[in-house]
């Protein structure tokens, strides 16, 4: 299952689940310091970005707010996927000042990863729209199984706002035979034909390769999904070559904002980046309050 494969309504619920587990972590028994607050009055709260960003979150922000306070008004000025400049307010919220107060920093918390995250993934997607199409198709992005554990299903959902695709979820949904598992399994060729049992129930079967010698290997066995491993440009052009449109050419390894457009411009099919979702530096947002 993918982020595509999700309706507003499971996204919700995911949101739901996520903010649940962070509300019991942050607040257990209850909130001590907001417990000094009237519990009758009610404010107005303005979160703002500190920095240019691309808003990602608004799920996990309404669900931390309405999960204290059920009947606030949450009004967004910048809107999922959509992106904001620094100091700009992308959203009001009015409620119960104890409530707002407790969820504040798990709503943040949400809000500034996600953002990162798909902060992160639109700024390759904007390297990649750059790099003139080959044969009529440019790279996707797409991410790893790299997640913050727990977390997985909210940072490809992040991903996704970003413009970028998604992988497999889990081990569970797809194959995606490695170097290990070709050593383990005695060769290119005899991982394949076993995979071949996995067929029906896959999204998708595809294998690491780490030579051209092991390409042909793999697409001669009926592959029809490659990942090129750690492979220089001239090997990757090679691989093109060699595939001739037979198999989904996926490179990873050693992909950057500097060697992104290179790699595209080879004209494989997908470039897998873990720093998506495992290298990200969260975006500063910050939320002020005052009286109604």
Known sequence: MTHSDLSPTDIAALAQADVARALAEDVGAGDL??????????????????????????????????TLDPSAAIIWHVREGQRC????????????????????????????????????????????????????????????????????MAQKYAVRMGGGTNHRIGLHDAVLIKENHIAAAGGVTAILQRASQAAQVAKFIEIEV???????????????????????????????????????????????????????????DRISIAALTKDVKAIDFSMRFEDL
């Open 85 to 152: 400049q620094a100091e700009q307010v992308v959203v009001e919220i009015e409620g119960n000042a104890q409530a707002l107060l407790t969820a504040e920093r798990t709503a943040l918390n949400f809000l500034q990863l996600l953002s990162a995250v798909a902060g992160k993934t639109a700024a390759f997607v904007d390297a990649v729209a750059s790099v003139p199409a080959v044969q009529g198709k440019r790279a996707a992005i797409v991410d790893t199984r790299k997640t913050i554990p727990g977390l997985r």
């Open 210 to 268: 780490e030579t051209l010698e092991q390409l042909r290997e793999a697409l001669d066995t009926g592959a029809r999904m490659v990942l090129l491993d750690n492979m220089t440009l001239e090997q990757m052009r090679q691989a093109v070559a060699l595939n001739a449109g037979r198999a989904i050419l996926e490179v990873s390894g050693d992909v950057n904002l500097d060697t992104v457009r290179g790699i595209a411009a080879t004209g494989v």
């Open 33 to 66: 310091t907001a417990a000094l607050i009237d519990p009758h009055r009610r404010v107005r709260a303005r979160i703002l970005s500190r920095e240019a960003a691309v808003i990602c979150g608004e799920p996990w922000v309404t669900a931390a707010v309405r």
